[in-house]
């Protein structure tokens, strides 16, 4: 009879424990999932024109490559305008596939990608380097060494992305990682 408890006490505990090992293989994949995809977001009321329609604010601001550059002269192209840090987890997740993006497609697509590193809330010029040659960037990246831009954007939390058309209206806010399946479903829609 003890023995008949023990195997069954054994046999109860490896239940419990498979069970467990199971249900945290689903939460890291649902958690991994979150990471992995932005969320489009309702846009916060404001007088910036950042409503869907509304024509993004203009700024002009220098890239790390030290060249000026102005949201207005991109009018005529289709704009990913992305927020990031480089300490910034799904940061660094979106930034292989928006390049393979921008390498593969945004020509053909009459797209700019302008990846707006928020400078105030990074860490220093040598980890924005750092970040650019480890991810090989291509596309420019503008600094917004006064926090300004960010906040126009409503850039609350990293990544932000908006879809700008060829008209410069904002179409699209995304909160959180884009992959590059989003970036294609999104730019098919704008015009």
Do not use: H
């Not at 199971?22 to 309702?42: C, F, H, I, M, Y």
């Not at 503008?142 to 300004?148: F, I, K, L, Q, V």
């Amino acid at each position: 009879m003890k023995r008949i408890l023990g195997l069954l006490l054994v046999g109860a505990l490896i239940v419990i424990l498979v069970v467990g090992i199971v249900q945290k293989n689903v939460e890291e994949r649902q958690a991994t999932d979150r990471l992995n995809a932005g969320s489009v977001v309702d846009f916060l009321p404001t007088d910036e024109g950042l409503a869907k329609g509304e024509t993004a604010p203009d700024f002009e601001l220098t890239t790390l490559a030290g060249e000026s550059v102005r949201l207005s002269d991109y009018k005529g192209k289709k704009v990913i305008l992305n927020f990031w840090a480089t300490w910034c987890p799904p940061c660094r997740a979106e930034m292989p596939d928006m390049q393979k993006y921008y390498d593969e497609q945004a020509d053909g697509e009459n797209v700019e990608i302008l990846a707006v590193n928020l400078t105030t809330a990074d860490k220093g010029m040598d980890k924005i380097n750092a970040f650019v040659e480890e991810f090989s960037l291509t596309f420019p990246v503008p600094m917004d060494t006064e926090g300004e831009i960010g906040d126009l954007y409503q850039a609350a939390s990293i990544p932000t992305s908006y879809m700008i058309d060829t008209e410069g209206r904002v179409q699209q806010k995304i909160v959180g990682p884009m992959n590059e399946e989003m970036m294609e479903e999104f730019i098919a829609d704008m015009e």
